[in-house]
């Protein structure tokens, strides 16, 4: 059940265009994406809901695919801050409790 | 912003020894979880609690770990019989809903 990432490590320059994937054997009803700085907590970045709306960064945006089985992480003109491993995290429900199962992880360095 | 504090950051222990992980959740948060990180690897999932009461737990989380949230406040993971493979990140998250998870910044557990 866990989300599989891709690429597992990317290295940018700074302004360029980072797409970042997300699959899972399942359809998905949502994704989160986190990112994580080394030594630090996983910080929320935004969330795709089933019917492509998207709540959270402003310079960051997600989609599914068709048959939502994929989300792909849009960064667009990376900065340098861009840096770091992101997560995806499909939520899985069991009577009502939701918890979030984190992806294998996309390593993006941002060179100057 | 409201954080999840964690304590201590960072711990050492002896194999066998018992350990207790301090959390304080964001106080109007109703969720709380439990997850791990060892070096370089994915985060997982350890446990949800809520409702005074644990909703669903990983097949990590076997019998030598135990949560509780004593006072209303605070929330602790307590690992009984500390093992080599016990060494990780732990981190503690919470949040109110649905949406998203605030994670605290984590305690290295360390075991010699």
């Known amino acids: 059940q866990q989300p599989v990432q891709s690429p597992q490590a990317v290295i940018l320059r700074e302004g360029e265009d980072a797409v970042i994937n997300c699959s899972s054997s399942?359809?998905?009803?949502?994704v989160h994406w986190y990112r994580q700085k080394h030594g630090e907590a996983p910080v929320f970045l935004m969330i795709l809901l089933k019917g492509g709306e998207q709540k959270g960064h402003e310079k960051i945006s997600a989609s599914f695919n068709e048959k939502k089985q994929q989300s792909s992480l849009y960064l667009t003109a990376s900065q340098l801050s861009y840096s770091g491993t992101y997560f995806c995290?499909?939520?899985?429900?069991?009577?009502?409790?939701?918890?979030?199962?984190f992806g294998t992880g996309t390593r993006l360095t941002i060179i100057p | 912003e409201p954080e999840v504090t964690q304590t201590p950051s960072h711990q050492v222990t002896q194999m066998g020894q018992e350990v207790i992980l301090r959390c304080v959740p964001i106080s109007n948060h109703l969720y709380f979880y439990w997850y791990r990180q060892i070096l370089g690897q994915k985060v997982e999932f350890l446990v949800s609690?809520?409702?005074?009461?644990?909703?669903?737990k990983s097949e990590i989380f076997d019998d030598q770990f135990s949560v509780e949230r004593p006072d209303g406040s605070n929330f602790t993971l307590k690992i009984r019989s500390t093992k080599l493979e016990d060494s990780a990140m732990y981190f503690c998250?919470?949040?109110?809903?649905?949406?998203?998870?605030?994670f605290g910044s984590g305690t290295q557990l360390s075991v010699l």
């Open positions: 399942k359809a998905l009803y949502s």
């Open positions: 609690f809520y409702n005074n009461e644990i909703s669903e």
């Open positions: 995290g499909t939520p899985i429900v069991n009577f009502g409790n939701e918890k979030l199962t």
């Open positions: 998250a919470s949040k109110v809903r649905v949406e998203k998870l605030f």
